[in-house]
């Protein structure tokens, strides 16, 4: 039985994003989602961190090849999001409210497509240095 191992790549983008429920009143939605909401947008400087688990290969000596990664996550998370108004220039968020943990799930969602069935995947999602979300594709 292989040994099981994580591995944990980090990467930065800067996004801009408006946090508004369609369905809801003006007034509504600026008590919410208070600055948030702000008809103009407002931007974060995102950390994320991605972290694949799986059974260690006795051969090679890796989980996954840290190189392959980055270049997973510059195709599926940088390019589609750095430096683009989430709300506006994405199709992930033209009709799903970009909130911290809606981003978490779909940057999940477009790498897990790249693992192997057997591996795991967390993502760590920070939109500030003190708030930050957790996703693994898990339910509790």
């Known amino acids: 039985m292989a040994n099981w191992v994580s591995v944990t790549r980090t990467a930065h983008f800067n996004a801009a994003h408006r946090l508004h ?3 809801w009143t003006s007034e509504k939605n600026r008590e919410f989602f208070g600055l948030c909401n ?5 931007g974060h400087n995102y950390e994320l961190h991605v972290t694949v688990s799986g059974p260690l290969d006795s051969v090679s000596g890796y989980l996954l090849d840290m190189k392959t990664l980055k ?8 390019r589609a999001f750095d430096h683009r108004n989430l709300n506006l220039d994405t199709e992930e968020f033209r009709n799903l409210n970009p909130t911290a943990e809606n981003m978490a799930v779909v940057i999940w969602e ?7 069935p057997d591996m795991k ?6 939109e500030t240095p003190r708030n930050f979300v957790e996703f693994d594709g898990t339910q509790s």
């Open 21 to 23: 429920v369609a369905e």
């Open 38 to 42: 702000n008809p103009n947008y407002h």
């Open 71 to 78: 270049d997973w996550i510059e195709e599926d998370v940088e």
């Open 110 to 116: 477009k790498l897990k497509k790249r693992l192997q």
């Open 121 to 126: 995947l967390k993502i760590k999602l920070f």
